[in-house]
């Protein structure tokens, strides 16, 4: 093989190896790059590279937290008025089906009967709130508890690191594993621990950061 | 059933109008085409919306699924539509130049000092300064992990393009490390 083969040939290789690394090539590619590196251990170290490259990737990504929940409502909101010609629905049928009709399609007397449901319920509900702001209880949504029931962090462990040791470090911070793995071997995970100051948690999480011996890289999550 | 004849299932029920099967695919798909987007567009509102657009046209189009491709991929590739759409008015040439400016700019704040401690945050800030095409690519392979020809569908290029715009941005990746004072010996 000249010289010049042999660059093209590397070049082909080396542009295979990002999907190699995340095992999604076909059976024949992947036996062509396997066959290469066997021959070629220099081009091996490319693999720590892209390893490394989509470790970050994957934490770029996780760290940008999600849409917000009035983001689905606005969109199953709009919805609806995005069905075609709901109003020819079928209307035959059995007792059964009409029923599953009436349910599922919007037409202008089903949209009525929904809204009145909702006006029932929203009544309801005020009733409900004014009786407990009446008697002194004091209570507070699920949102409000999951929110607020901890730090969310994501986490790298070292290749090395062994199931007891990892379990043994999420028991001494109060954690646990909510997520993952994802892409890269990344995990989302829940510390316990009473709402603090901002400093605080990002104390915490350093501490958790220190531990090298188990955890390969840890990041704050928006989640 | 795999995750993927999953999903196609899931797109020719909301193609018969299943609501259900449209929650159950926001469930799956929602946050990562709202990351996708974000990363392409830079802005989290921006990117709420048109997530949102992208799933109404989800719902709207659902017929026109042909099923030979990956659903993930038929809808990253509006998703990519949608943002590109949205950054039409962006000269990605120079927006590239911009971020890497930025980059450098930042060069003596206390913050990013304390990052330059931290190989994977400096890494970050490099993903952060490729161009949305360089950073689009790396994000479909490396976050959502498609595969070459997956890829091809959602950018609407061929299969050796993809490969090749995946090599060029692993290279500028490598530049902008560089000039961070981190020298990958590569390429």
């Not at chain 1, 083969?5 to 190699?20: C, F, G, M, N, S």
């Not at chain 1, 076909?26 to 062509?32: G, K, N, P, T, V």
């Not at chain 1, 607020?148 to 646990?176: K, N, Y």
């Amino acid at each position: 093989m000249t010289q010049q083969a042999a660059d093209v040939e590397r070049e082909e290789i080396e542009k295979l190896l990002p999907w190699y690394v995340t095992g999604t090539l076909d059976c024949a590619e992947r036996a062509r790059v396997e066959s290469y590196l066997a021959g070629s251990p220099h081009v091996c170290a490319q693999l720590d590279l892209i390893r490394a490259e989509r470790e970050q990737a994957v934490f770029a990504n996780e760290a940008l937290g999600s849409p917000s929940a009035g983001a689905l409502d606005r969109l199953m909101a709009s919805v609806p008025t995005a069905r075609p010609s709901l109003s020819r629905r079928v209307t035959r049928g059995s007792p059964f089906q009409r029923v599953a009709n009436f349910l599922t399609a919007p037409t202008a007397r089903g949209v009525r009967w929904t809204a009145f449901a909702a006006a029932v319920v929203v009544v309801l509900a005020a009733a409900i709130t004014c009786l407990l702001v009446r008697h002194g209880d004091t209570y507070q949504t699920a949102v409000g508890q999951s929110r607020g029931d901890g730090v969310s962090a994501l986490i790298a462990f070292e290749d090395e690191a062994r199931a007891p040791a990892i379990a043994r470090l999420l028991v001494e911070f109060d954690a646990s594993i909510v997520d993952g793995p994802k892409p890269g071997g990344v995990y989302r995970i829940r510390l316990r621990t009473a709402v603090r100051p901002q400093s605080e948690r990002d104390a915490l999480l350093r501490r958790l950061a220190e531990r090298r011996d188990i955890v390969r890289i840890v990041l704050p999550s928006r989640d | 059933m795999s995750r993927a004849a999953d999903e196609a299932s899931l797109i020719g029920r909301i193609a018969a109008r299943d609501m259900t099967a449209l929650r159950a695919l926001l469930a799956r798909r929602q946050v990562r085409v709202f990351r996708y987007i974000l990363r392409l567009v830079g802005n989290a509102a921006v990117a709420e919306e048109l997530t949102n657009e992208v799933f109404l046209e989800v719902w709207r189009n659902a017929g026109n699924f042909d099923g030979i491709g990956s659903a993930a991929s038929w809808i990253l590739s509006i998703a990519r539509h949608r943002a590109v759409s949205s950054l039409r008015k962006r000269c990605e040439e120079s927006w590239d130049q911009e971020a890497a400016d930025a980059l450098h700019d930042m060069g003596d704040n206390p913050e990013v000092a304390a990052q330059k401690a931290n190989k994977g945050a400096i890494m970050r800030r490099c993903l952060d300064a490729l161009s949305p095409e360089h950073k689009g690519i790396i994000d479909l392979v490396y976050y959502h992990d498609m595969s070459i020809s997956e890829a091809s569908d959602v950018l609407q290029i061929p299969e050796n393009t993809v490969k090749t715009r995946m090599f060029q941005a692993r290279k500028r990746l490598s530049k902008l490390l560089k000039e961070a004072g981190i020298d990958r010996g590569w390429p």
